[in-house]
């Protein structure tokens, strides 16, 4: 961990997205362990590009970049290992003003990463797939319900067309 906080520091800027792509693959580890020091990393990389993360128009990565660290840090605070989920529930906290707008934005990548842990032969990524969904209809309700279902639906069409 230490040694890529220093990459973090020395090549942020530079080369941002060969960072972000490892540190993601992390985040959702088998050891939760991982996944914990991973969002850590992943916290000290957005306070690196200046916060670039919660820019509506970032400079140092791509806007699905962006989308998709922030639906990847919403997904781990329904990790079931408590430790992770409140370590993800603060820096999601530290990061986002406007919680709603920020989901309204990243729903469709979020869904598709919930769909992901949803196959995962790992019980507690599965646990938390469904936790995330679960967290969603009850704070959000009606909001965001009848766009998760019909993003579900295209996944479903497009799985059961390839199989």
């Not at 520091?9 to 020091?37: T, W």
Request: some cysteine.
């Amino acid at each position: 961990m230490r040694n890529v906080k220093i990459c973090i520091k020395l090549y942020g800027k530079q080369a941002p997205n060969q960072l972000v792509i490892p540190i993601m693959e992390m985040m959702f580890h088998r050891d939760f362990r991982v996944r914990q020091s991973s969002s850590i990393l992943m916290y000290q990389l957005v306070k690196e590009l200046e916060n670039d993360i919660i820019k509506s128009q970032p400079k140092y990565v791509t806007q699905e970049t962006k989308n998709e660290i922030l639906s990847s840090m919403f997904v781990l605070k329904y990790d079931i290992i408590e430790r992770v989920a409140t370590q993800a529930a603060q820096i999601w906290k530290n990061i986002i003003e406007n919680q709603l707008k920020v989901l309204k934005a990243i729903m469709p990548i979020l869904v598709k990463q919930v769909f992901d842990l949803l196959q995962s032969d790992q019980l507690e990524l599965e646990e938390m797939g469904l936790n995330c969904i679960r967290g969603i209809c009850e704070k959000f309700g009606e909001k965001f319900i009848i766009e998760i279902i019909d993003i579900f639906e295209n996944y479903m069409e497009r799985a059961t067309s390839l199989a």
